[in-house]
Structures are given as structure tokens and as C-alpha cells.
């Protein structure tokens, strides 16, 4: 049976709030893009217990609040806690939070292009050579070690990084930023 599609509609404008981002986000979190996106489904529906995804989800109650748990540890789900007059128990009511959510999304977004920008760098103001099992050293350390592989015992060679510079120029987040 298909799932019905759930239209993710944000409470929070940013360019990074959009339902690829939401769920990749949700995947880095859980390692779990099947549940995690059941369990953000049910988030973008209402406000929810954790009870009420399990039985909409078929997941398993501690599988959802592990889950949960985890979205809120990071920000980006929110609950409100309601005692029950007759039993005295809790029930937890849970939330998507946009504005937290965005504001992770544009600071793992920024990580990724410096991480990219700075592996550009290294890869621009060095040369590099590797010996035959692949070993791979920049410029001062094979002067270091007298163009001989240190693992191996192997001659390092010169080896262009070109093709590598090119790719990392290519590269971009994963993350998509909305068209304005």
C-alpha cells in the first residue's frame, strides 16, 4: 500500500527549509531514512504523540521515541507535556521545529563548502607522490623521506592532481538551497 504524500510546509522562511534537506537531515541523524521519514511525516501532520506515529507508522513505539530523541536532541523536534487529570500520567505532544531545523541545515551546509574549499587549497598548493600500493604524501614529506615510501619501501613518483582539483571544484553540498 503507498503512503499518502505529506506536503512540508515550514513556519520558519529559510532558503535551507525545504523537504529534501528536512529528510536528508533526518537520515544523518538516524541512519534510518525509512523510519525517520514515517516518524517526519507524522511531525508534519499535527502535533502528535509518540503513540499515535507508532500505530500510523507500524513502527514500533521505542523505535519512534528513540527517534524522537534524537530530533530533539539536535533541535529540530519539540514536545509539550500534558498530564492526564484521571491517571496522572504524561503524554508527550511532539512538533517539527523549523526554525532550529534551519538553522542546523545552514550551519552543516556551511561545514560541507568549507570542508570543500579547504581540501581545494591543499589540493592547489601541493604536489604529491605516491608509491605503486597507493600511498600518497604532498611535496615535504617525500623530501622527508627521501622519495621512498615509508610503509612500502616503494620509489614515490610524482603523481598530477589535476583530475582531483577539477572534481573538487565540481563538488557540491548535498544540502539544496531554495530558489528565491
Not at 78 to 89: A, G, H, I, L, S
Not at 143 to 170: A, G, H, M, S, W
Request: one cysteine or more; charged letters at 30%.
Amino acid at each position: 500500500m503507498a503512503r499518502k504524500k505529506v506536503q512540508y510546509t515550514f513556519d520558519y522562511d529559510s532558503k535551507f527549509l525545504n523537504e529534501h534537506n528536512v529528510k536528508k537531515l533526518a537520515y544523518d541523524l538516524t541512519h534510518d531514512s525509512d523510519n525517520s521519514e514515517k516518524i517526519l511525516d507524522c511531525l508534519f501532520t499535527a502535533e502528535v504523540t509518540d503513540e499515535q506515529i507508532a500505530e500510523a507508522t507500524g513502527i514500533k513505539l521505542n523505535f519512534v521515541r528513540k527517534i524522537l530523541y534524537k530530533f530533539y536532541d539536535v533541535g529540530m523536534a519539540n514536545y509539550t507535556r500534558k498530564k492526564d487529570p484521571e491517571t496522572q500520567w504524561f503524554t508527550y505532544y511532539w512538533r517539527f521545529d523549523s526554525r532550529k531545523a534551519a538553522q542546523i541545515l545552514e550551519k552543516q551546509y556551511n561545514h560541507h563548502n568549507q570542508e570543500i574549499k579547504e581540501s581545494l587549497e591543499y589540493e592547489e598548493n601541493n604536489m604529491f607522490f605516491v608509491c605503486p600500493n597507493g600511498c600518497r604524501y604532498p611535496f615535504s614529506e617525500a623530501t622527508d623521506f627521501q622519495f621512498v615510501c615509508p610503509r612500502c619501501n616503494e620509489t614515490l613518483e610524482y603523481k598530477d592532481n589535476t583530475d582531483i582539483i577539477n572534481d573538487l571544484k565540481k563538488l557540491e553540498s548535498t544540502y539544496k538551497i531554495n530558489e528565491e
